[in-house]
């Protein structure tokens, strides 16, 4: 009965992994990258040496990446310091982005942001959100969720099947003997490396469905007693180079980001640590303030505690690392489970 058992969850185990074995390979390899986006970002970036020349309009700054690209539209700006901005934009079928120095107006592409973008997309939705239609988008978001429970399923059947070892001696089941050769090497590594992982790679799973599912979400908000608040989205328009020069010209901005709704500008930014929102109407200017407080009762407490958890820096840098150490591991554990499946069937 036990057999039977066994051989059940094990093809259990073996099915689930081949279905899925491509959106998990794909969340493993972009939630590495994703641990690590800013450091890796500024570790590419070359620091500039502040200029005291008159800045370049927008106008201008527009008018040569039109120059580049007729096609490019504009959607938002990230003022990101003194020197250089960074416009994100569409040119149909793409997304763009693109550096600029706000002393002379030269331009040129950001690649490392748009590839950012893209890993992200790729984690979230298996990229299928570059199509632009909602049920692409929907479909690959939907993909990831499932890939993610059925991870789940996939390390409680190994651990089922690896706990013999476990049982018999706890030590040496989490250990690797790299002198050994063929199936028992890979079977060793993938079962050890495994069980090493397997905590952090469902707390990475499970918590993610946080974002995938509007009905964990809901629960997790009565949960703690959250009441939430909705709020009405406006539709993207054009950039206007004549508003954001005027936005720039009378406030002192150091990190801020402006996109244009098809009512009025909205743009967010911090000035004397204090975030702040600009509205444009009738080509005036009103700056109100945004309360910035967090507390335990709101729904953004609720999201960054879970980002928090997801990513592992709940735990700090050395979560951070581990979460990510694991996250690689997923991918070692789909090589592993090939190789040993092709062993199986190939051997003599």
Excluded at 85 to 103: C, E, M, T
Aim: glycine share 4%; charged share 20%.
């Amino acid at each position: 009965m036990l057999l039977k058992r066994n051989k059940i969850l094990f093809n259990i185990h073996l099915i689930l992994s081949f279905v899925f074995c491509v959106p998990l390979f794909v969340l493993s390899i972009t939630g590495v990258f994703i641990q690590y986006e800013n450091e890796i970002k500024q570790i590419l970036s070359v620091k500039q040496t502040p200029q005291v020349k008159p800045k370049a309009s927008f106008s201008e700054i527009l008018a040569n990446i039109k120059n580049i690209d007729e096609q490019f539209r504009p959607m938002s700006i990230k003022i990101q310091d003194r020197h250089k901005h960074y416009i994100l934009g569409v040119s149909q079928p793409f997304r763009k982005a693109y550096n600029v120095d706000i002393y002379d107006a030269n331009v040129s592409r950001d690649f490392y942001s748009v590839f950012a973008h893209s890993m992200l997309m790729l984690h979230r939705n298996l990229g299928l959100s570059f199509s632009a239609n909602d049920v692409a988008r929907a479909t690959g978001k939907h993909i990831i969720a499932l890939a993610s429970i059925f991870l789940a399923i996939i390390i409680i059947t190994g651990i089922w099947l690896y706990f013999p070892l476990i049982k018999r001696n706890f030590i040496k089941s989490l250990k690797v003997d790299f002198k050994r050769k063929g199936y028992g090497f890979l079977y060793q590594l993938h079962s050890a490396f495994g069980l090493w992982c397997a905590l952090f790679l469902l707390i990475m799973g499970l918590s993610g469905l946080f974002w995938s599912y509007d009905f964990v979400r809901n629960t997790m908000l009565d949960m703690f007693n959250i009441q939430t608040t909705s709020h009405k989205k406006h539709s993207r328009s054009d950039i206007n180079a004549t508003h954001i020069d005027m936005i720039v010209k009378n406030l002192d901005i150091k990190n801020a980001t402006i996109f244009a709704s098809a009512q009025h500008y909205i743009v967010s930014y911090d000035l004397n640590k204090t975030r702040h929102a600009i509205h444009i109407q009738n080509n005036n200017l009103i700056v109100s303030e945004i309360k910035t407080t967090v507390n335990k009762n709101s729904a953004a407490w609720l999201k960054s505690v879970m980002l928090d958890i997801h990513k592992g820096t709940i735990f700090g840098e050395i979560g951070k690392a581990v979460f990510a150490i694991a996250c690689f591991g997923l991918s070692l554990f789909i090589v592993t489970g090939f190789l040993m499946a092709y062993k199986r069937i190939n051997k003599k």
